[in-house]
Structure formats: C-alpha cells, structure tokens
C-alpha cells in the first residue's frame, strides 16, 4: 500500500538488503532478540497452541515492582513465564511470521542508513512492524524491535557524532527515549497526544522527562490535547526543532508516524496531509541527512497519501537547506 502509493509518486524503490545481527543487539538486550526469534517454535514446542485461543505468544505474568518489591526478578526458562519478561502488555503476539517480519524492518532500516552513508541526502525505510515503544529489553505497543533507535546508533557508528531522533507519530516514542536517556550524542524529541488524556503509553510522556546525566536537557516531550490539529501541532514541533537546531545535529532519524492525522481510528489528533507535509518539509530543513522509518498510520484509505504528503515535504526541505 504505501509502496505502490510512492512508486506512483515517483519514489525510487531500492530492496532491502540483509544485515548483520550486531547493529541491533547495539540496541537492544541480545536476550530479547533472541527471545523474538524463537518465542513462537518454543510455543508450538511447549503445545500451548493447542489450548483454545492460544495460537499466538503472549504473555500471561509481568514482573512488575509491585509484585517484586526489592527482589530483582530470575529469568525464567518456560516460554510462557519468558513471555511476560520481555513484552510490557498483551497488545504485541507473535505469529508464525512475526520475527521474519521484524528482522525485515530492521533491514530495511539499515539500507536506509547505507543509502545516506553513500551520499543521498534522505532516505524512506517502510517499516512494519512498527517499533519505536521498544525499549533496550522490551517489547510492545505493537513494536518489537525499535527500528528509529536502530538507524541513529547505525549512524553513529557510521561516524555522526550527533544525531537527532523527532518522532511524530501520534503516539509517545517512548523506547528512544529509554535507550538514549542519559546519553549525550543522542537528542530525542517526540510531539505525540498528552498521554495524560487516556493514550498510549499512559505512564511516559510528560514535558518533564528531559533525560539524566550526559543526557540531561536531550530528551524532549511535547504532549498536545486530543483534537489538535495542524497549527498546535506545528507549533509545538516547532518547539522542538529549535532544540534540534541547537544540538546541530550531523544525522537525523523521523519516527514517521502518520497517525496523528484526522480520522486514523488510533488517534484523537486531526492533523492534515499538509500538516505531515509542512511538518517533514521543516525536519527535512534542519540541513543533515535524513533517515525516515515508518511508524503508525492505520487508515488504508489515507496511509499512502500520508506517506507521500510526507516524504514530498521531507524532499523539499533537504532540497533548500
């Protein structure tokens, strides 16, 4: 869908190439890379699939500190304990071809980042599953490898020295957050519906969480009301892409969620194509290279144009920084 939207718009489409495990598990816990690519043999293994409604892997505890207290949890070896271990809420099974899939995004992450590293200016990788609510050792949100994180610590391994996260999705991009928290080559800035008002992530997403050591002051929220739609919105990406501007960034990564937009059944923003397209032209303006990785967006009716809207806006800001 959002592939065939941009060939028609006249997008260059490149394949994805494969790529070594050791750019993700600089991400991510190589326990919890593991556990995605094995969770669903273990549970045909074990024969819970069998039990009715339980063909997919998902979990049934979670180590929470409420249960823990001041007992650091054991990992458990039984894949319906390892479950709930690693995955924050049961909103994110894995199927037959989950891990294919994921391992899929993250290639196609990566080429993006080699497209940039070999001199393009601005890159598009369409990712899904999505993946910016993963953290360093955990999964959910629909996300289960945090593709964004991926792409900025490819590129600072490709030699930036600073690269710059802006996650517009509709939704707080929680997991760079996490990983990038007290890190100062890393800026993050995420512009998503105030979690405050009943969305997802609930509990993270607040202006006041700004980062720690290295990291203090890099890591920026800006939490707007539902119903917001393209000049609030705009105007507090504003915001923080005059910190972007500040950080001066040598890379930048877009979370490009297009969820945010009117009538996407997993918001209660009304943000526009235009909106997505002047807010991508803006990104794009900063003046580094770009790697875009495709997030939320979950109206067929509207994802390719969104896209495009988006990735013509992102074309023209690169072109005239």
Request: charged share 20%.
């Amino acid at each position: 869908m959002i592939r065939d939207a941009a060939a028609a718009a006249g997008a260059r489409i490149v394949a994805a190439e494969a790529h070594d495990e050791a750019a993700i598990t600089a991400v991510h816990d190589p326990g919890l890379v593991a556990f995605l690519r094995d969770a669903h043999a273990d549970w045909l293994a074990a024969g819970l699939h069998e039990d009715p409604g339980q063909d997919l892997v998902v979990p049934y505890l979670f180590p929470t500190g409420g249960l823990l207290g001041a007992v650091a949890p054991h990992r458990p070896e039984a894949v319906w304990a390892r479950t709930g271990y690693w995955c924050f809420d049961t909103m994110t099974p894995i199927g037959p071809g989950t891990w294919e899939a994921v391992r899929g995004a993250v290639d196609a992450t990566l080429t993006a980042v080699d497209l940039v590293g070999a001199g393009e200016r601005a890159a598009y990788a369409i990712t899904r599953p999505p993946g910016h609510h993963v953290s360093t050792r955990a999964y959910g949100g629909s996300c289960y490898l945090n593709n964004a994180a991926i792409a900025a610590q490819a590129l600072r391994d490709a030699g930036a020295e600073r690269v710059a996260i802006v996650d517009v999705d509709a939704h707080h991009g929680n997991g760079a957050q996490e990983v990038f928290w007290d890190r100062g080559d890393v800026l993050t800035v995420s512009v998503h519906v105030d979690p405050a008002a009943g969305w997802f992530p609930h509990v993270m997403g607040w202006a006041d969480e700004t980062g720690a050591g290295p990291g203090a002051g890099l890591n920026l929220n800006a939490p707007v009301a539902p119903g917001t739609g393209d000049a609030g919105w705009l105007a507090a990406l504003d915001d923080l892409l005059a910190a972007a501007r500040g950080f001066a960034p040598d890379a930048v990564v877009v979370a490009l969620g297009v969820d945010a937009a009117a009538g996407d059944p997993n918001s209660p923003l009304e943000v526009t194509g235009d909106g997505y397209r002047e807010a991508c032209r803006r990104i794009g303006a900063l003046g580094a290279p770009v790697v875009a990785v495709q997030e939320g967006g979950y109206d067929p009716a509207t994802l390719g144009g969104l896209v495009v809207a988006a990735l013509e806006g992102l074309e023209e800001g690169v072109r005239d920084a």
